[in-house]
């Protein structure tokens, strides 16, 4: 049997989810395959979603119009805005989820998406045709047109000059048209995006004990990957691992401590009611046909402000020791990190516990967390002593701390081995540079975690469904998005570990606040046909709300006789003569609503705003105390555009450049980077060899 869409996406891990709940809401007809429909969005590891960098690229998924925000919001049992102490620059969202209801949510956000078709089977084969050389003749490979909606709408669509990647010089000789299942399905498209996770010729250790599967208890995916190999596109092999999950009923809780969520109901997404289902109900703007409304009596529904109403569940802490440590020591010949067994490279950044100990043998205990699974199951996820060595050797170590003297385990710990492919082949759109018409996202590119590759696939979508009428790709620029810094990452300069992102990976770290994802992509989702004309509405309203505050501190002037006695009881000095609330807003001391109490007029201004008051409030104050930093990287933001600008592609034949460095050259040659900034980030370009580019350009 052989069906015909605009899009397919191959599994529905976070990349492919988002990819084509992204790729159906703007209008493309799409098929979403996966192996088994009860694992939709399954977090293979800990249950869950943000930290550290990693939230800040969930909030920007969110303000594009994607869905991880929300399904976060709709499951979430502990919240915390990590890195409070310090600079709002490295403030990140995280919360624990239900991971059992995260599953469910996702697949209700899918199963109500319009244009989006799910089905449950296993993808063995891409189909490869040689290539007809240009994009737009793409169409030819479906004979009739399915969605007569989507066609319209995509072909409504602007193209978007400013972040066009459309490599017009270099076409793929060969072009992606279908697949093939194990179920004998045929499905053809325009557009394929691979996002198959962990589970290409995938290889779980426990111990010496070895079986091939994609994650435990699943199987893996074993033809897929040749099938795409056998074209020209790199294949690697990395690895990952995971922890034992415990039974809570053995564990006495009463020997560890407890770490309780934030108080402040905080969430993910932006827009201000829980529930993707109602975003897109009524519309405000133009952009009506981006998302037809959905009538679903959604359990994610949410109140304004609020999250998702899941009791709020503590963490706890405990500790390994030195009992500990010699078990698992004694257990190292059988690691299979260690005894040779396992060849690939894992996250150097989250190593398991033997690792650890090899690597840090002087430190006599290492911190465990103890983390709730879901409101209604005993299961719980023991975070930092992921581990590959058998079980045994788990179980019996873990009984030696006190409060895990009786423990039961449901699952042990395993580390998996998996395939992957060089990232380097990739367009900034995800699309290959070999195939065409194929796009990859998540894992498969060499990342690891769950946001990283909800980012990917949610550009992956979007560009999917634009490719399928030659639309321009969307590229996000490193200073406007981690998701732009990751791809740029990825293509530029390749993976030798899983990459994980890492605030220290942005350059333009005040301007990719957690804060501000709004401001940064809400418009370019709109404008992409993503984020909803509502989103949209939101967001211009806060805008000016913040607007208004700035604007009213930049103008009001202080006396100080209202705020010198406030001043001292906040241990910072009285004013020797009036100044603007702007400038007293400059000391850390100070915030808006510790000074509202002593000016009248400031509290009432706060007072005027009917909604999200505090989230207003506090990105006004983040723009002023910080406007200078934001100043300065901006205009070093605006520096590197101008290179950023240059398109280089097709213009040299780097072999023959002699004044360039030899590392220079075959780097050049092997990456042939569009512009002359993506040229300055691949390791061993050096500042020079781009000096001498800028020359033969005539700069
Ligand atoms: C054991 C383990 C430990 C991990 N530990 C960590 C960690 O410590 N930190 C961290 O950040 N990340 C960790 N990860 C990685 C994290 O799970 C992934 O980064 C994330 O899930 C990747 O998302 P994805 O969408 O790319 O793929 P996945 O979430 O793996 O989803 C892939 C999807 O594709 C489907 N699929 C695969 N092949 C086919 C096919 N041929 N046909 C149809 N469907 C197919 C699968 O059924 C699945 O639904 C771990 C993963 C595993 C398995």
Redesign the pocket.
């Given at each position: 049997m052989e069906k015909y869409y605009d899009v397919i996406v191959?599994?529905?891990?976070?990349?492919?989810?988002e990819a084509a709940h992204a790729a159906a809401r703007i209008g493309a007809s799409t098929l979403l395959?996966?192996?088994?429909m009860n694992?939709?969005?399954?977090?293979?590891?800990?249950p869950a979603i943000g930290g550290i960098a990693k939230g800040q690229i969930v909030r920007e998924i969110d303000a594009l119009g994607g869905a991880m925000g929300h399904v976060t919001d709709a499951t979430t049992i502990q919240f915390r805005m990590l890195n409070r102490s310090k600079g709002p620059a490295m403030w990140s969202p995280r919360a624990q989820c239900d991971r059992g209801k995260f599953i469910w949510a996702w697949r209700e956000v899918l199963e109500n998406t319009p244009n989006l078709h799910i089905w449950q089977?296993?993808?063995?084969r891409l189909i490869v045709e040689d290539s007809p050389g240009t994009q737009g003749s793409l169409a030819k490979t479906r004979p009739d047109a399915q969605s007569p909606n989507a066609e319209t709408h995509l072909e409504a669509q602007s193209p978007i000059a400013e972040s066009s990647s459309v490599c017009s010089d270099c076409v793929a000789t060969k072009t992606a048209v279908g697949v093939e299942?194990y179920l004998g399905m045929t499905f053809r498209a325009k557009s394929i995006i691979l996002?198959?996770?962990?589970?290409?010729n995938g290889l779980?250790h426990i111990g010496r004990v070895k079986l091939p599967g994609?994650?435990?208890a699943?199987p893996p995916?074993l033809e897929?990957a040749e099938s795409i190999a056998q074209h020209g596109i790199r294949v690697a092999r990395m690895k990952?691992?995971?922890p034992v999950r415990i039974d809570a009923r053995s564990v006495d809780f009463s020997l560890m401590t407890e770490q309780p969520g934030d108080t402040e109901g905080r969430k993910f997404s932006y827009y201000p009611f829980s529930s993707p289902a109602s975003e897109g109900a009524a519309s405000f703007g133009s952009n009506k046909s981006s998302y037809n409304v959905i009538h679903s009596t959604s359990s994610l529904q949410g109140v304004a402000g609020e999250s998702c109403g899941l009791p709020s569940l503590p963490c706890w802490i405990t500790y390994t020791n030195e009992a500990v440590h010699e078990r698992l020591r004694a257990g190292l010949p059988d690691s299979p990190l260690y005894n040779g067994q396992i060849q690939s490279i894992g996250?150097r950044y989250?190593p398991s516990i033997e690792t650890k100990l090899v690597t840090f043998p002087d430190k006599d205990q290492h911190q465990l967390f103890l983390e709730p699974e879901g409101t209604n199951t005993n299961e719980y996820y023991l975070n930092g002593f992921?581990s590959s060595l058998p079980i045994e050797v788990q179980i019996e170590a873990l009984r030696l701390i006190p409060a895990f003297r009786n423990l039961e385990i449901y699952r042990p710990g395993?580390?998996?081995e998996y395939d992957f492919f060089d990232p380097t082949q990739l367009h900034h759109s995800l699309e290959s540079r070999v195939i065409s018409g194929l796009f990859l996202?998540?894992?498969?590119n060499g990342?690891?975690?769950?946001e990283?590759?909800?980012g990917q696939?949610l550009i992956a979508g979007i560009n999917a469904a634009r490719h399928c009428t030659g639309q321009d790709s969307l590229v996000l620029q490193r200073d406007q998005a981690y998701i732009g810094v990751l791809i740029d990452d990825l293509v530029c300069k390749g993976v030798d570990e899983p990459y994980?992102m890492f605030t220290s990976r942005a350059e333009y770290r005040i301007l990719l606040r957690q804060d501000n994802a709004d401001a940064r992509l809400t418009e370019i989702g709109h404008r992409m046909g993503l984020a909803s004309s509502e989103r949209l509405y939101h967001y211009l309203k806060k805008k000016e709300e913040v607007e208004r505050i700035i604007r009213f501190a930049e103008d009001f002037s202080v006396k100080m006789g209202d705020v010198n006695a406030l001043l001292e009881q906040l241990g910072t000095a009285p004013l020797a003569r009036g100044c603007k609330l702007r400038e007293l807003l400059g000391r850390p001391q100070i915030s808006i609503g510790n000074l509202a109490p002593a000016l009248p007029h400031l509290r009432q201004l706060i007072d005027t705003i009917a909604e999200r008051q505090d989230e207003i409030v506090e990105e006004a104050e983040i723009q002023i105390k910080y406007s200078g930093y934001i100043a300065r990287e901006v205009e070093q933001a605006e520096k590197m555009h101008r290179l950023e600008n240059i398109r280089i592609r097709g213009r040299f034949d780097y072999s023959t450049l002699q004044s360039i460095s030899t590392e220079g050259r075959q780097k050049l040659t092997a990456h042939d980077p569009e512009t002359l900034a993506q040229a300055s980030r691949i390791p061993g370009v050096s500042p020079s060899d781009i000096n001498v580019l800028l020359v033969l350009l005539g700069r």
């Open positions: 191959i599994g529905a891990g976070h990349a492919g989810c395959i996966t192996m088994d694992k939709i969005a399954q977090m293979s590891c800990n089977d296993q993808v063995r299942t996002t198959a996770g962990t589970f290409l779980m994609g994650r435990c699943e995916s897929l990952t691992g995971t996250p989250c992921s395993y580390a998996i996202a998540g894992q498969v990342t690891t975690g769950y990283e590759a909800a696939g994980r």
